[in-house]
């Protein structure tokens, strides 16, 4: 429901009923007037009296409808204060290729996380989150839309035209269907888009602009209009940066910042002064670990300014990332066209915590990413939550519960409100989760379709001519498949991923 729904239609009765209840009294006072005025004139036949009565009592009720209108302006616009503050300013950060074990608190031996680690402990670690897919696009979709991205045809990453037309995918994001900025801002939120696009390619010219889905801002790499530093040895301001300013520019109004950083995608780009603190790293962690220290020290200057302009108790704020850590590789150094020249994937040393799969998996490692969110007096402190079945299609539904923002009448999630999953009430999930990858089913990566239903994730080939099973519940690392002898059955329900 968006504001100027919520709140105008409420001022509309509250001021026509206080001017309706100000005249009544007027006319009531008027009344009361006439009969002491004639009462006085009955009794003292005095002139001076009745005028001095009338005026009095004239003043009076003028004074008594100026407190009603007072009182009623001052109803009112508490009754607004209040719900103004029942929404809450929300910042989504979401990391690139950051995988579930790249935190200090998930156990990585060599990565260093404490701006992350004191987010966790002031709020919720979900250990039980999973993403759409195990690249950039169709996982950023699901965020953004509320759908699986097979809706769109976004079966992975979006890159050039060719590409596209080989692979039977559109250019890009349609962006006349749902979106979550476009509802927060319909809601009152002030919206904006900092970091990583990839809803689009900067390779298509002609793709439309972040504001064309929603967003008041926005400051991109990898996508159309405005465009931001990825790299922090430029000295540019970065993704973070932008964040920072908009939170101090919009202090007191609720925003919604998509913040999708670059870190810990291709092309790395350490830092001198990071490289020195973790010179007792073999090369390739040195590298990778000064890289996951930097974003965290900027992710702390965002949390710092939330603290510094009081607004950190209103504030939900969720790390999570698009997909599983990058494959280990040989070369060291790479190009990019939106974000400029770096280190290549023989640093690419992140690590899945020892979940099965990386990026371009549909396996844990792969669709498995971090989740912490933080909502003082909302989301529990310090809690971690294993149990919860949580997934990238609930953040709309959830944002938008969040937030007040109504959803179209013909629109239905994919995904559900996880709300009373980030409260830390019991949370039981009813609708499966589904992940696809078309370019998947040689030997690595080989899963093609995934489903959960409850604790089982059942993964398979497009032709059905592989498939495992798993009790996810008790099996993170996806290492002991149940696939036999009920599996058929599991192939015959994960057939609906094909029709969605
Ligand atoms: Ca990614």
Redesign the pocket.
């Known amino acids: 429901m968006s504001s100027s729904e919520f709140h105008h239609p409420k001022r509309s009765r509250m001021y026509s009923g206080s001017t309706r209840n100000a005249a009544l009294s007027l006319c009531d006072c008027e009344r009361s007037v006439d009969v002491h005025s004639i009462a006085s004139y009955a009794i003292l036949s005095n002139m001076w009296y009745l005028w001095f009565m009338r005026m009095t009592y004239s003043a009076a009720c003028r004074m008594k409808q100026i407190l009603l209108f007072c009182l009623f302006s001052l109803c009112h616009f508490v009754t607004a204060a209040e719900e103004r503050s029942k929404q809450p300013n929300i910042i989504f950060i979401f990391a690139?290729?950051w995988g579930w074990g790249d935190l200090s608190l998930h156990g990585s031996t060599f990565c260093k996380t404490p701006n992350l680690d004191s987010l966790a402990k002031t709020g919720t670690d979900f250990h039980g989150f999973s993403v759409a897919s195990g690249?950039?696009s169709p996982?950023r979709a699901a965020i953004m839309t509320g759908h699986y991205p097979a809706r769109y045809g976004i079966h992975q990453h979006f890159a050039t035209l060719k590409h596209h037309l080989k692979t039977d995918m559109p250019d890009w994001l349609p962006p006349d269907g749902v979106m979550l900025p476009r509802l927060l801002k319909q809601a009152g939120y002030v919206t904006a888009h900092f970091g990583k696009w990839h809803l689009t390619n900067i390779e298509i010219k002609d793709a439309p602009l972040p504001a064309d889905y929603g967003y008041d801002e926005s400051c991109v790499f990898n996508g159309p209009g405005p465009q931001v530093n990825a790299n922090p040895n430029v000295d540019k301001p970065l993704e973070t940066d932008m964040a920072i300013d908009f939170i101090q520019r919009h202090k007191n109004k609720p925003l919604f910042i998509n913040l999708w950083i670059h870190s810990t995608?291709l092309p790395h780009y350490p830092t001198e002064r990071w490289m020195e603190k973790f010179k007792e790293l073999d090369e390739k962690k040195r590298v990778y670990a000064a890289v996951v220290a930097e974003a965290d020290e900027r992710i702390g200057a965002v949390l710092k300014k939330l603290d510094e302009i009081g607004i950190a108790d209103n504030t939900l704020v969720i790390f999570s990332?698009?997909?599983g850590p990058e494959d280990t590789g040989s070369d060291k150094t790479k190009g990019d066209a939106s974000t400029g020249d770096g280190l290549a994937n023989y640093y690419s040393v992140g690590t899945t915590g020892g979940l099965r799969g990386r990026?371009r998996s549909l396996f844990n490692g792969g669709v498995g990413v971090p989740f912490l969110a933080r909502w003082p007096g909302m989301i529990p402190e310090g809690r971690t939550d294993t149990s919860s079945v949580l997934t990238g299609v609930d953040i709309l539904p959830t944002l938008c519960a969040i937030a007040g923002a109504k959803l179209p009448p013909d629109y239905t999630p994919d995904g559900v409100n996880i709300l009373p999953a980030l409260r830390g009430e019991k949370f039981d999930r009813e609708k499966m989760i589904f992940t696809e990858w078309r370019p998947g089913g040689k030997d690595v990566n080989w899963p093609q379709l995934g489903v959960r239903d409850g604790k089982w994730t059942l993964l398979m080939k497009l032709d059905g001519s592989r498939v495992e099973l798993f009790d996810t519940s008790i099996d993170r690392s996806q290492r002991r498949d149940h696939s036999h002898p009920i599996g058929y059955a599991w192939r015959a329900t994960s057939l609906e991923l094909a029709m969605i």
Do not use: G, P, R, T
């Open positions: 690139d290729d690249v950039c996982s995608h990332s698009d997909n990026k």
